[in-house]
């Protein structure tokens, strides 16, 4: 009965007041969240074109490497490392980069395990073939990070038998 007659006694003034700063309080929290998402997908993207464009580039063992998060530096193996090598031969002399599509994705997930992801695909032409790397992302420490690469080669002219189509890495 007490509480009915505390309701009672605040003013529609006050009520209505409380009312707006609960809905500026959301609202505010809103429009952050979309302008942390928006920034974290021109990150990312940056990220992952200069990523593609080193990789591309010149196929190095070192281009990759200092851009793998720390769980992907321990799942990568010499395997992986010779199959870059021999991709990279194959492939020959980078011609152009056709572009990077993809986002930051499921960002509320950020709240409840502390990291951010983003998943992005790009196609690459070179002398002998056109290339497509798969990355997956995740931001740690404030860092954007390959946490999962795929690499998917298609060569030009006629194919050998172990030629034609060669993937390298692990899918995102």
Same mark, same amino acid.
């Given at each position: 009965?007490?509480?009915?007659?505390? !309701?009672?006694?605040?003013?529609? *003034?006050?009520?209505?007041?409380?009312?707006?700063?609960?809905?500026?309080?959301?609202?505010?929290?809103?429009?952050?969240?979309?302008?942390?998402?928006?920034?974290?997908?021109?990150?990312?993207?940056?990220?992952? $074109?200069?990523?593609?464009?080193?990789?591309?580039?010149?196929?190095?063992?070192?281009?990759?490497?200092?851009?793998?998060?720390?769980?992907?530096?321990? =799942?990568?193996? *010499?395997?992986?490392?010779?199959?870059?090598?021999?991709? =990279? !031969? =194959?492939?020959?002399?980078?011609?152009?980069?056709?572009? &990077?599509?993809?986002?930051? *994705? @499921?960002?509320?997930?950020?709240?409840?395990?502390?990291?951010?992801?983003?998943? @992005?695909?790009?196609?690459?032409?070179?002398?002998?073939?056109?290339?497509?790397?798969?990355? %997956?992302?995740?931001?740690?420490?404030?860092?954007?990070?390959?946490? *999962? @690469?795929?690499?998917? !080669?298609?060569?030009? %002219?006629?194919? &050998?038998? $172990?030629?034609?189509?060669?993937?390298? %890495?692990?899918?995102?």
């Amino acid at each position: 009965m007490s509480d009915l007659v505390i !309701a009672k006694r605040v003013p529609l *003034s006050i009520a209505v007041f409380l009312l707006l700063l609960l809905a500026l309080a959301s609202g505010t929290g809103a429009v952050m969240l979309v302008a942390h998402l928006r920034t974290s997908n021109v990150e990312s993207k940056t990220f992952a $074109d200069g990523a593609v464009s080193g990789l591309a580039a010149d196929w190095s063992d070192q281009q990759l490497q200092e851009r793998l998060s720390p769980a992907e530096q321990k =799942r990568l193996k *010499s395997v992986d490392l010779a199959e870059l090598a021999k991709l =990279r !031969a =194959r492939m020959g002399r980078f011609e152009r980069d056709l572009g &990077t599509t993809g986002a930051v *994705s @499921y960002p509320w997930i950020h709240f409840f395990v502390g990291s951010l992801r983003a998943t @992005y695909a790009a196609k690459a032409i070179f002398v002998n073939g056109i290339a497509t790397f798969h990355l %997956g992302l995740i931001k740690l420490d404030g860092r954007w990070m390959i946490d *999962s @690469y795929h690499i998917d !080669a298609q060569f030009l %002219g006629r194919p &050998t038998s $172990d030629e034609f189509d060669t993937a390298v %890495g692990l899918k995102p």
